[in-house]
C-alpha cells in the first residue's frame, strides 16, 4: 500500500504510516490520539521588575529607566508557546512546539485524518 501524505512542511510530514519531526519519527499505528495544547509564558517577574525600575525612575532616573527598559524588552519577547501532545500506549508525549497557533492546527488537523484514514 502506497503511502499517503496528509501535511509536508519544512522538516514535518504526516502520513499514513508516521508522523515526522526532525529527526523524530513516530509510528501512526503507535498513536492512539492527538490534542494541542497551549502553554502562556509567565510574565510575573518582568512586570514586578518594570514596576521597580519605574520606581527607580524618581531618584535615579538613568538607572530606573535603564532597569524599566530591559524589563520592557524582556516582556516584549516572551512568546506563547503550542505544543501537540500525541497519546500511544506508552504514554502521553510532546511531539512538536510552535510558537505558531495556525500552523499547529494545521499539523493536528493532518494528525487526525491521519488517524481516520488508518482506520
Known amino acids: 500500500m502506497d503511502e499517503k501524505q496528509f501535511f509536508s512542511y519544512e522538516d514535518v510530514k504526516v502520513t499514513n ?5 526532525g529527526n523524530q519519527t513516530y509510528a501512526m499505528s503507535n ?3 492527538v490534542k494541542s495544547f ?3 509564558p509567565s510574565r510575573l517577574g518582568g512586570i ?5 525600575g519605574l520606581a ?13 527598559g530591559s524589563a520592557a524588552v524582556y516582556l ?5 508557546k503550542y505544543h ?17 497557533s495556525d500552523y499547529l492546527q ?14
Not at 514586578?48 to 521597580?52: A, E, Y
Not at 494545521?106 to 482506520?119: D, F, H, S, T
Open 31 to 33: 498513536i492512539t490520539s
Open 17 to 21: 504510516a508516521r508522523f515526522v519531526n
Open 56 to 68: 527607580i525612575v524618581m531618584n535615579t532616573p538613568i538607572v530606573g529607566l535603564a532597569i524599566a
Open 84 to 100: 501537540i501532545m500525541l497519546a500511544t500506549a506508552s504514554g502521553e508525549v510532546s511531539a512538536l512546539t510552535t510558537h505558531q
Open 76 to 80: 516584549f519577547q516572551q512568546k506563547t
Open 106 to 119: 494545521k499539523v493536528v488537523a493532518a494528525l487526525n485524518e491521519a488517524i481516520v484514514y488508518r482506520g
Open 48 to 52: 514586578i521588575v518594570l514596576v521597580m
Open 38 to 40: 497551549v502553554q502562556k
